[in-house]
């Protein structure tokens, strides 16, 4: 068993991790990065920061969603997908289905967050909106113009043609935070976290000049990768808000923005564990932080390996134990293929020795 030890928490980019994504047709992942060259933070909690602010030189936002529950509006060329849960109040039907914000040094690394939270939880119970679309729109002399999705030059249409396009992602979710909560019938029992996330790429294409962001099939829009310079900026706008007994009493808003220099996408990956579906040998991973058995936390972080296949997976993996004569197993404590799995996971440098142990410690007390 060859493996490779990732965390289900910062391991490839080419999904949104912690994400338990449902059976979808057509999931596809776009990733943007670019150079942050503003940010803006500022908060009443204590004990909440931005964490080594120095270090943060680029953004990174990887959105991942169902194609095929997205819609295609032929009149302003837009392809989107608004689902307002307060309205619909099914999940379903929302074509985001993963969502990770990322800030990184001048090398490239994850400049890690500890009281932000940049991973959005999108099973979050009360959902108030989930938005994930993108637009192309073409002007000429600076009037909104319309070309019945065909390819459009220049010298057709006027002397100045321009496209104004890009990428609107937002979701919003609320929590109780005490007794009343966020439907609380009066407002003085109104006790309530809100939390907003807003992610925009855009990019006004003067006279068509620049590579557009989008291809236009006649009945969709395709994204297209980029990478290097352009004239497309980005602005990422967090606001986590708390009430109780009907008044705001903490405030938070974390802001960024600058220039979108690379646009390219993920390999797809149903179950979000971070390795594509054309190699993942455990297609609907379990994907839990730590590694539980039953109730019990074992604390050990769930890896997962090159083959897309978490500890959890391993361990769920065992069959159950029968005797010579093909009668199921009677037994009290692991099973011998349970047992071997830490000692696997030690040799193929997945865990630590310490980290077996933990595994161990669980697994017999959840028998």
């Avoid at 940010?39 to 990174?60: A, H």
């Avoid at 690394?109 to 999108?122: A, F």
């Avoid at 104004?164 to 009066?186: K, Q």
């Avoid at 980005?234 to 007994?245: A, G, T, W």
Wanted: charged residues 30%; proline residues 3%; glycine residues 8%.
């Amino acid at each position: 068993m060859k493996t490779i030890k990732k965390s289900l928490l910062a391991g490839a980019i080419c999904a949104s991790l912690g994400v338990t994504a449902p059976a979808l047709a057509d999931v596809r992942t776009i990733i943007f990065e670019g150079n942050v060259e503003y940010i803006d933070f500022y908060t009443e909690r204590e004990g909440v920061q931005l964490d080594n602010e120095e270090s943060i030189v680029r953004f990174r936002a990887i959105a991942t969603y169902d194609d095929d529950r997205m819609f295609y509006d032929e009149y302003s060329g837009m392809y989107w997908r608004d689902v307002y849960f307060e309205d619909i109040s099914d999940p379903e039907q929302a074509a985001l289905v993963g969502l990770t914000f990322q800030f990184l040094d001048a090398m490239g690394n994850v400049v890690p967050q500890s009281s932000i939270p940049l991973e959005v939880d999108l099973d979050a119970p009360q959902v108030d909106e989930s938005d994930f679309e993108f637009y192309q729109y073409y002007y000429d002399d600076g009037e909104f113009i319309v070309f019945d999705n065909e390819q459009v030059e220049p010298q057709d249409v006027g002397e100045y043609v321009s496209v104004d396009e890009g990428y609107d992602v937002e979701f919003d979710y609320r929590e109780d935070l005490e007794e009343g909560g966020c439907t609380a019938e009066f407002e003085e029992d109104y006790n309530c976290g809100e939390y907003e996330y807003d992610f925009d790429v855009y990019n006004y294409n003067y006279m068509m000049m620049e590579s557009p962001l989008f291809t236009d099939t006649g009945t969709e829009l395709e994204p297209v990768e980029h990478f290097g310079d352009g004239e497309f900026y980005f602005q990422f706008d967090h606001r986590q808000y708390e009430y109780i007994d009907g008044g705001e009493t903490s405030y938070l808003e974390l802001y960024a923005e600058g220039e979108m220099d690379t646009i390219y996408f993920g390999l797809p990956d149903a179950d979000a564990d971070g390795v594509p579906d054309d190699v993942d040998q455990c297609s609907a991973s379990l994907t839990e932080e730590t590694v539980m058995f039953g109730e019990y936390d074992s604390s050990v972080t769930n890896y997962v390996d090159e083959q897309g296949c978490t500890i959890m997976d391993h361990y769920a993996a065992c069959p159950e134990e029968t005797t010579s004569r093909g009668i199921r197993s009677v037994r009290s404590g692991p099973s011998n293929c349970e047992k071997a799995i830490s000692y696997e996971l030690v040799s193929d440098g997945v865990i630590t020795y310490s980290e077996a142990r933990l595994l161990r410690s669980a697994l017999y007390n959840s028998q």
